[in-house]
RNA sequence: GGCCCCAUCGUCUAGUGGCCUAGGACACCACCCUCUCAAGGUGGAGGCACGGGUUCGAAUCCCGUUGGGGCUGCCA
């Protein structure tokens, strides 16, 4: 091993941060650290059409917040497109690409037609296409023979080429695809180590062919991290998982406590201990010894470990890290919440809402605002509709709001705000209910607002 | 379908041919401590997926089976 190595963290900028994006983070930084090397942050937003600008903060304060801290970076692949089209320049001048003007759906019929696997079947290999605008490059894969690779955690794996199709490297578009960049920054950026997830095994192929036909010389050593996955065995996602970091550092868990959990995934020092300081993890990272099975993410075991980190404190530094923890829950909200209050006990009817796991409901006002307003329930329902596709910002939630209103056939905006704020707050008063909405969050938002409609219906105020 | 990978208590793991009657942690159960609850202590239940080899000896090596996962996108 070289005595500097330089790894990174490559994140697409999808709007949160993904609790196995930072276990690979954590894995490549220890690295970084035990070996005096440069641990560099890039950020993969070759995709115009689905990454946004302010997504790239979102990484960045995640990251800061697990306490990862990047030597060089970050680097947007969007900025680098220069780069790109040399190396595609190059492709083409040794016709290791070809143009392809096939539509995915010309493919899936020809795939169907011949009974065939899916996927690509070389079409336009040899029809030597200009490679105009508007038309695809795909990297001409060898036929036969193999390729293998140095993989520190899962051995030297070896594949077949003839099982890998002629795979795209430039949008018809002419953006760089991602295996393109990735290779490309990779070499300009000097990685020595790729340490990433496993679901990029199969991926490492096409990787090796660019490299060597981008003439970089020496491939990288690749290690491929077993997957986090959720109970079920599957790989988490966000749509049935919890697996933002921000989602775990909100509901209250330590950084350094989430960072150990991670450290646990997949690694262990190799005796029985748990609860390690960073140093140690430091001193004793290797790896070698990071398992090749997937493992799950329990969030019982992680609730358990910080819990363990919380005893270890002061009580001073337990107060200190909680007031943090509690101000930062209410704090956006603060300039709302000053104009409504006279004294600073007031304060916490105002925001309590933020902390329960469900609100406390005021029987009086919910029962009053239940006779004043016929169509309580259908707002309800109309709003859980809106709401649920709505744009999470304060102006997001208002027109949502107002369609609902208009759904359930409610004239103003006020009187479809009212049943939604007692479901959500259990209270008919309160600071502003877009801007509440928008702390919250959409799940509990939704949640409670199903709640809400489910207590209509249980318990119908007669008169 | 094709290619690749994985397989120790429910979960995270230790184990790299004899130290294994398989160790620890979470969760679970019981008891102790105790003004409640936690914490702590003690004990308990619970696992090498299966079948063949190799070997004096296999959780550990090999093969097969089964099960699971990943990839197979003009996403990353």
């Known amino acids: 091993m070289q005595s500097h190595p330089r790894v990174r963290i490559a994140p697409s900028p999808t709007g949160y941060f993904h609790v196995g994006t930072g276990r690979t983070a954590l894995f ?56 790109y089209e040399r190396a595609i320049d190059v492709l083409l001048e040794a016709e290791a690409v ?26 336009c290999r040899d029809r030597s296409l200009e490679a105009t605008s508007g038309r695809m490059l795909r990297f001409k894969t060898p ?97 049935r998982d919890k697996v933002a970091v921000e989602d775990f550092r909100d509901e209250g868990y330590l950084a350094e406590a989430m960072v150990n959990y991670l450290a646990l995934l997949g690694w262990s020092p190799g005796d029985d201990r748990e609860i390690l300081p960073l140093e140690e993890m430091i001193s004793e990272f290797d790896l070698g010894d990071v398992k090749s099975s997937p493992a799950i993410f329990d969030e019982r075991k992680l609730a358990s470990v910080n819990s363990q980190y919380l005893r270890k404190m002061t009580p001073e530094e337990m107060v200190e890290r909680s007031e943090l923890w509690l101000r930062s829950r209410w704090e956006p909200l603060a300039p709302l919440v000053q104009e409504r209050v006279r004294t600073l ?90 801007e509440s909405l928008v702390l919250l969050g959409r799940d509990k938002t939704l949640s409670r607002i199903r709640a809400g409609l489910a207590r209509v219906q249980d318990a119908p105020v007669t008169g």
């Open 345 to 434: 006990a007031e304060v916490y009817s105002m925001v309590e809402f933020l902390y329960r796991p469900e609100p406390v409901i005021d029987q009086t006002e919910w029962a009053k605002a239940l006779r004043k307003n016929a169509n309580f329930a259908l707002v309800l329902e109309a709003a859980a509709e809106t709401l649920a596709g709505a744009e999470w910002d304060v102006d997001g939630i208002h027109s949502a709001l107002s369609a609902a209103g208009d759904k359930a056939g409610v004239a103003n905006l006020r009187d479809s705000q009212a049943p939604v704020r007692l479901s959500v707050t259990g209270r008919s008063v309160g600071p502003p209910l877009m």
């Open 28 to 83: 490549n930084w220890l690295f970084a650290r035990r070996h005096g090397g440069t641990f560099v942050l890039r950020i993969e937003d070759t995709d115009t059409a689905r990454n946004r600008p302010e997504h790239v903060e979102g990484i960045m304060s995640s990251l800061r917040w697990l306490g990862l801290g990047w030597d060089e970076g970050p680097f947007l692949q969007s900025e680098r497109s220069a780069l």
């Open 143 to 239: 036929r036969e023979g193999s390729i293998g690779f140095t993989d520190l955690v899962r051995g030297n794996p070896t594949f077949p080429l003839a099982a890998i199709e002629d795979f795209g490297v430039r949008k018809s578009n002419g953006e760089p695809l991602f295996i393109l960049a990735n290779v490309v920054d990779d070499a300009d950026m000097s990685i020595s180590h790729v340490i990433r997830g496993d679901d990029h095994t199969s991926n490492t192929p096409k990787y090796a062919l660019l490299w060597e036909a981008l003439g970089y010389g020496e491939l990288p050593v690749f290690a491929h991290l077993p997957l986090i996955n959720n109970a079920q065995g599957k790989k988490l996602s966000k749509r």
């Open 98 to 123: 070809y143009a392809c003007d096939c539509s995915p759906a010309d493919i899936q019929d020809r795939a169907r037609k011949r009974g065939g696997p899916p996927g690509y079947d070389g079409f």
